[in-house]
């Protein structure tokens, strides 16, 4: 079974900067694809934050964090990170980070799967 684990998060001042790490307990194969998705609302469908396709070499971003947020990855530790910068009270949300296998028309299913427990970030005005 996939073991998942987020951390980094934490309380910030707006136009600040975070680095949340995931790390994956192994890759199940060259397909797969890492994701960071956020809920702000229990109520409502985690927003897709990021994600990098290992077997495409392809990064995701959604519309609200492209030029702010950075996905990259380290093979060699299995984790994935995601540096935040020019953080707004906006991103404040539970941050999740989600092993997907690859499959799938959009990077939404293709980097979902396994999830952690997530790691929650707070920005203040």
């Known amino acids: 079974q996939v073991e998942v684990q987020e951390s980094g998060g934490g309380s910030v001042q707006a136009g600040g900067s975070l680095r949340l790490s995931c790390e994956v307990s192994?890759?199940?194969?060259?397909?797969?694809?890492v994701g960071w998705f956020r809920e702000q609302d229990p109520r409502k469908e985690r927003e897709g934050v990021a994600?990098?396709?290992?077997?495409?070499?392809?990064?995701y971003y959604g519309d609200s964090v492209k030029g702010r947020f950075t996905i990259s990855i380290d093979i060699a530790k299995r984790t994935v990170y995601l540096q935040m910068t020019n953080l707004t009270p906006e991103d404040t949300a539970m941050y999740y980070c989600?092993?997907?296998?690859?499959?799938?028309?959009?990077?939404?299913?293709?980097?979902?799967?396994?999830w952690g427990q997530g790691t929650q970030v707070t920005v203040s005005s």
């Open positions: 989600t092993l997907g296998g690859g499959y799938g028309g959009s990077w939404y299913p293709r980097c979902s799967g396994d």
């Open positions: 192994t890759f199940t194969s060259s397909s797969d694809c």
């Open positions: 994600g990098i396709d290992l077997g495409r070499n392809i990064t």
